[in-house]
C-alpha cells in the first residue's frame, strides 16, 4: 500500500497570505489528523477529521482549518500568515478507532517571511 | 490531563552498546502508548505500540518497550545500537477515558539518539 502523500513538500509565503496543505490518507484509511511541529513547541495537535467531520480540534486559533473529502483526502488551510506559523505540519491517517496506529506523511515544510 | 514526559534530550550510546531512551505518561485513564521516530526533514515512522496484554513489546528494527503501569513508564530499548539508529524519538499516548480525543496523540518533547561509531 502506498503511504500518507502530503502536497507540496515545501511551501513559502509572506505575512498575511494564506495557505493551503493537502493530505491523501493511505487506501482505506478513514481518520486524518494534523499536527504541527515547531523546535519551540514540539508536536501540536491541530485537529482530527473521521468520515468528513471534525471529531477533533486542539488549541489553535479559527485561522487554521480542514475539511474532508468523501475520499478521505483532506486539505488544511491557514488564512492570515503569521511568522510564528512556519512549522513542519504532518499529517497522519488511521482506520479512525482508539486501537489503530496514525501513520504520519513526510509533512510540509512552511516558512512565512 | 494527558502528558508524556522524555526527561532527557539527547542520549549519546556506543554502536554496539544497549540504549534505552525513557518515557513516563501520565493520563485520567488507561494509555495506549506509541513510539516513533523522525529522521532529518521526514515525517515521523512508526515503531512499536502498547495497547494491551504483555508488559513488553516488541517493534521494528529491533526495538522493543516496556511498558510499567506503577511507574507509568514506557520506555524504548534495543539490545544492540547501530549507527543508522540516531535519530529523533518521539513517545506519545492516547487516554482512553478521552472520548472526545479519540483520534488524539499526545507527544513528548522528544529525544535525540546519537550512535557513534
Known amino acids: 500500500k502506498a503511504g500518507v502523500t502530503q502536497t507540496p513538500r515545501y511551501l513559502i509565503k509572506t505575512r498575511g497570505q494564506q495557505v493551503t496543505l493537502s493530505c491523501s490518507p493511505i487506501?482505506?484509511?478513514?481518520?486524518v489528523s494534523w499536527y504541527q511541529q515547531t523546535p519551540g513547541q514540539g508536536l501540536q495537535f491541530l485537529f482530527e477529521y473521521f468520515s468528513e467531520t471534525q471529531r477533533n480540534k486542539g488549541n489553535f486559533p479559527g485561522r487554521f482549518s480542514g475539511r474532508q473529502f468523501s475520499n478521505s483526502r483532506s486539505e488544511m488551510n491557514v488564512s492570515t500568515l503569521e511568522l510564528g506559523d512556519s512549522a513542519l505540519y504532518l499529517c497522519?491517517?488511521?482506520?479512525?478507532?482508539?486501537?489503530?496506529?496514525?501513520?504520519f506523511g513526510p509533512g510540509t515544510r512552511l516558512l512565512v517571511l | 490531563a494527558q502528558s508524556v514526559a522524555q526527561p532527557e534530550d539527547q542520549v549519546n550510546v556506543a554502536e554496539g552498546n544497549p540504549l534505552t531512551v525513557k518515557c513516563t505518561y501520565s493520563v485520567s485513564g488507561n494509555p495506549y502508548l506509541f513510539w516513533y521516530v523522525q529522521y532529518p526533514n521526514r515525517g515521523l515512522q512508526f515503531l512499536l505500540k502498547?495497547?494491551?496484554?504483555?508488559?513488553l513489546v516488541k517493534g521494528s528494527y529491533g526495538f522493543e518497550a516496556e511498558f510499567n503501569k506503577s511507574q507509568t513508564s514506557f520506555h524504548l530499548k534495543k539490545p544492540s545500537a547501530l549507527v543508522s539508529d540516531s535519530a529523533l524519538y518521539f513517545c506519545?499516548?492516547?487516554?482512553?477515558?478521552?472520548?472526545?480525543?479519540?483520534?488524539?496523540?499526545?507527544f513528548g518533547r522528544g529525544t535525540q539518539l546519537t550512535v557513534w561509531p
Open positions: 502498547y495497547i494491551t496484554g504483555d508488559n
Open positions: 487506501s482505506g484509511h478513514r481518520s
Open positions: 506519545a499516548v492516547r487516554d482512553l477515558e478521552g472520548g472526545s480525543t479519540l483520534g488524539r496523540l499526545y
Open positions: 497522519a491517517s488511521s482506520l479512525g478507532y482508539e486501537q489503530e496506529t496514525q501513520y
